[in-house]
């Protein structure tokens, strides 16, 4: 596959994969912001939802002051923010487009029809009265984007590249949101109702709250929401099943063109093992922020050595 064709993949699938988290923890944060009062808690959810989405410095390069409809406006709509929900569409269209051959019908007609009504509703998308509609819909339409390419797209090299855009996204924003919460978890802030409905929020916005009593049987504790999100292999969502996947599809690329190899595959090794063979109460004693932190610095690492040694080439 042309490194060109497999870069416009790649960046599709991470597009699609942010706008879908994006619209995930605004609706989390709508929720806590409206749970706060009731809970006497003072934690500031949308500065929050702008350090775990990596968009901290470009807000306040613009704004002086955090304030919900700033926020708001900034992560879902803001044309200078390039990891807008706006912005995301758009630039995983313009990709999709380039490889317009590379897709199946299902899939490019689910993200031009998105592409299209996102224009179409983004004047009063972050209105109070439409905001849950929009985040609802940009959910939705994440999950048929992602639903059809898992039905219809050939398991080659184009399926290859998406699905390892995916999942790096997907890994990055697990990593980002429970840090983000790391205080809740194993800080002064980890006792009382306001932690356990933070515990809540955390994961619902990963779709895992009912999973999480599937799995351990009992009320939300703290060390136990970490192991989920880190650890456990049966949460897609997890940095350990993210980080399986990516490993897996590395080397199913490998072995599709010629058993080539580089850095990218020894550091998704890397990642993998320190993960499948990690513990919670060795994380936990460590420093949970300082983990987490490493795993975000090294997910970095691991996209930038995909694009040198494959997308670039």
Known sequence: MLSRTADSLYWMGRYVERAGNLAR?????????????????????????????????????????????????????????????????????????AVRTALTVDMWEALNDTWREMRAQAATAADPERLPQFLEWVRARTLLFNGAAADTMLRNDGWRFTHLGVMLERADNTARLLDAKHETITGEGSEGAVAYAQWQALLRSVSALRSYQWIYHTRLKPRLVADMLILRPELPRSLLACHSRVEQVLDRIAEANGGRRGEPHRLAGEIHARLRYGRIEDILA??????LTQCINRNIDLGREITAFYLHG
């Open 25 to 97: 923890g605004m609706q989390v944060a709508l929720r806590m912001a409206g749970l706060a009062s009731s809970l006497g808690g003072d934690v500031d959810e949308w500065r929050t939802l702008l350090v775990a989405a990596g968009a901290e410095p470009g807000f306040l390069a613009k704004h002086s002051d955090v304030t919900p409809e700033a926020v708001i406006r900034w992560l879902a709509l803001d044309q200078d923010n390039p990891s807008s929900i706006a912005n995301c569409i758009e630039a995983a269209r313009g990709n999709g487009r």
């Open 286 to 291: 460590g420093g949970l922020h300082a983990f």
